[in-house]
């Protein structure tokens, strides 16, 4: 029996990892993404089992859609990666509506939509939602509290869904990464004043002295949402090489 993962955010770094991973391990993968062109080649290079779904997660019906692909085109969804997210580094007053309400509906409303449209086929087979946080949820950072905040509430959002949703069999856990070398990491760095010595100067703040890979954040997602993981559930796991051990 072929296991299918849902996957947002599904055609760059950490969600482009995932893909490739799921894929490699044997999975089928309904991928989400905005960019049409690049999703389309993508889900060609992966093959027979992969299926596109172009949409933006803060549109309700994009995850409906996507889960209703898998159901139709897989047959099945025990899995689901909220990868989707944007970032932005600015100073609270520096942060217009239209940012406010950007990074409010892709890092935690498109999250809801997601876990709304998906619960009922995940609690059938008994799966696993699993929400791309980050550390900064889990510890502060100058210069971007409007990210900060998003990613606080997705952690949050998980625990929560932990606990509503143990009794129907299904496991929800948030992904934590630190600073990973991502397109995502390239604006927020580019946005830093002298990016290309801010860039060197973060990696070198990072306890391994260097950037996590996406891979590396796309084999915590797999083993979480992996029946090896089968009674880890309401976890917020960094994979940030210790930086939110200090």
């Not at 550390?135 to 950072?141: E, F, I, R, S, T």
């Not at 929800?172 to 990491?185: E, R, Y």
């Not at 010595?197 to 083993?223: D, I, T």
Request: charged share 20%; hydrophobic share 50%.
């Amino acid at each position: 029996m072929q296991r299918v993962a849902l996957i947002t955010g599904a055609t760059q770094g950490i969600g482009r990892a995932c893909a490739e991973a799921f894929t490699r391990a044997g999975w089928g993968v309904v991928l989400v993404a905005r960019r049409a062109e690049a999703l389309a080649a993508l889900t060609d290079r992966l093959g027979g089992r992969a299926v596109a779904v172009p949409g933006d997660v803060v549109v309700p019906e994009t995850s409906r859609r996507a889960v209703a692909a898998a159901m139709e085109r897989l047959g099945r969804l025990d899995a689901v990666i909220g990868n989707a997210g944007v970032t932005l580094a600015k100073r609270i007053d520096e942060t217009s509506e239209r940012e406010l309400d950007r990074l409010i509906g892709v890092n935690l409303k498109g999250l809801v939509y997601l876990a709304q449209a998906a619960h009922d086929p995940l609690r059938r087979a008994r799966g696993s939602f699993l929400v791309m946080a980050s550390n900064k949820g889990l510890v502060g950072q100058r210069g971007s509290p409007v990210y900060v905040a998003t990613k606080g509430a997705a952690v949050q959002l998980s625990r929560a869904l932990a606990l509503d949703w143990a009794p129907d069999g299904i496991r929800v856990n948030a992904l934590c990464p630190g600073l990973v070398d991502t397109p995502m990491l390239e604006s927020f760095v580019g946005a830093l004043p002298k990016s290309a010595s801010a860039r060197r100067r973060v990696a070198r703040e990072q306890p391994p002295g260097r950037l996590a890979q996406p891979a590396e954040c796309a084999a915590a997602a797999l083993f979480l949402s992996s029946s090896a993981a089968s009674f880890i559930t309401g976890v917020a796991l960094p994979v940030d090489g210790g930086f939110t051990a200090q």
